[in-house]
C-alpha cells in the first residue's frame, strides 16, 4: 500500500454547492484538513458536505468571519471509494481554500 499526502486547491466562483474531490474508486481518503478562507468584508456562511452512496450529509455548516481561515474538519474525517467532497458559499468569489489528505492505494 502506498501512502501519499495530497493537496486540492479550490476556490469558489458562485454560490451554487461546488464539487471539491471526489475519493477515487480503488483509494482509500483520509481528510487532514479543510482550509477554508474568507477575503469578503463581511461574515460569509459556509457549508462542508459529503455524497456518500447517493446521500448528501451536511459536516459543517458555519459564519467565516471577514478575513480569516477556519478549518472544515475538526479532526480526520475518512472519504470511502466514490465518496464526493462539496462546498457551498453564500457570497461568490470570495471563499477559497485548501484540501489536504492522505491517499492509501
Do not use: R
Amino acid at each position: 500500500m502506498a501512502h501519499t499526502y495530497k493537496n486540492e486547491f479550490f476556490a469558489l466562483d458562485s454560490t451554487s454547492i461546488t464539487t471539491v474531490y471526489t475519493a477515487p474508486s480503488d483509494t482509500a481518503i483520509i481528510l487532514k484538513s479543510v482550509q477554508i478562507a474568507s477575503t469578503h468584508n463581511s461574515n460569509v456562511l459556509v457549508s462542508l458536505s459529503v455524497t456518500s452512496g447517493g446521500t448528501t450529509y451536511t459536516v459543517y455548516n458555519h459564519t467565516v468571519s471577514t478575513g480569516t481561515t477556519v478549518n472544515g474538519v475538526e479532526g480526520s474525517m475518512v472519504l470511502e471509494a466514490g465518496d464526493v467532497l462539496k462546498i457551498t458559499a453564500a457570497t461568490a468569489d470570495v471563499i477559497s481554500g485548501v484540501v489536504s489528505y492522505l491517499a492509501i492505494t
